[in-house]
């Protein structure tokens, strides 16, 4: 099965910073990769496909990028709706699809 | 609009059975893979299992294979997931998805599920 490591688990950043959370996948997985934001009490949503793709109706702040084990997520001006934890997930080698272990952001 | 909406959860006793149900709106069922994908309480999402738009294929996590049962039925547009000889690793909310063979576009509210004596 392909691990997904994702770091880090949390962070606290100021409203208007740059946030980045990176994911590394145990082996190549191409361009085979999720991003999901999920809010407290919430289902997790697409905000990421195919490592860079934005999801229709995101906003362009996200974004993504990498292939083959190195991923980065960028949010690139944090905003006080962007409070929640993300997951990278794989679907290059399946089953199973894999989830990281998820980046809680906070607002410092 | 698509919307997912998930039934069946509830309390049961280590060894018994639980039948999740999915009713699907705002799409063409038939023409898409669905997944479950379940959270225990303060962690990560773990996929549990996928079945192919017509349900000839299906797949499971290791954890759950050969204790759970995905189906669906494609004229009631409905999404199942038998679960028997549950374990209190098994309690989470479980959340119906749309997708498993690419990514996951659309999800339920969820259902909970307490293993517990």
């Known amino acids: 099965d392909i691990q997904m490591t994702q770091s880090p688990s949390s962070l606290s950043a100021s409203l208007g910073d740059r946030v980045t959370i990176t994911c590394q996948a145990s082996?190549?997985?191409?361009?085979?990769l999720n991003w999901y934001q999920q809010k407290s009490g919430k289902a997790p949503k697409l905000l990421i496909y195919d490592a860079s793709n934005l999801e229709t109706g995101v906003p362009s702040r996200f974004s993504g990028s990498g292939s083959g084990t190195d991923f980065t997520f960028t949010i690139s001006s944090l905003q006080p709706e962007d409070i929640a934890t993300y997951y990278c997930q794989q679907y290059d080698n399946l089953p199973p699809l894999t989830f990281g272990g998820g980046t809680k952001v906070e607002i410092k | 609009e698509v919307q997912l909406v998930e039934s069946g959860g509830g309390l049961v006793q280590p060894g018994g059975s639980l039948r999740l149900s999915c009713a699907a709106s705002g799409f063409t069922f038939s023409d898409f893979h669905m997944s479950w994908v379940r959270q225990a309480p303060g962690k990560g999402l773990e996929w549990v299992a996928k079945?192919?738009?017509?349900?000839?294929?299906?797949y499971y996590v290791d954890s759950v294979r050969g204790r759970f049962t995905i189906s669906r039925d494609n004229a009631e547009k409905s999404l199942y997931l038998q679960m028997n000889s549950l374990r209190a690793e098994d309690t989470a909310l479980y959340y119906c998805a749309r997708g498993g063979k690419f990514r996951f576009d659309h999800w339920g509210q969820g259902a909970l599920v307490t293993v517990s004596s």
């Open positions: 079945i192919k738009g017509d349900g000839s294929e299906k």
């Open positions: 082996q190549d997985i191409r361009n085979h």
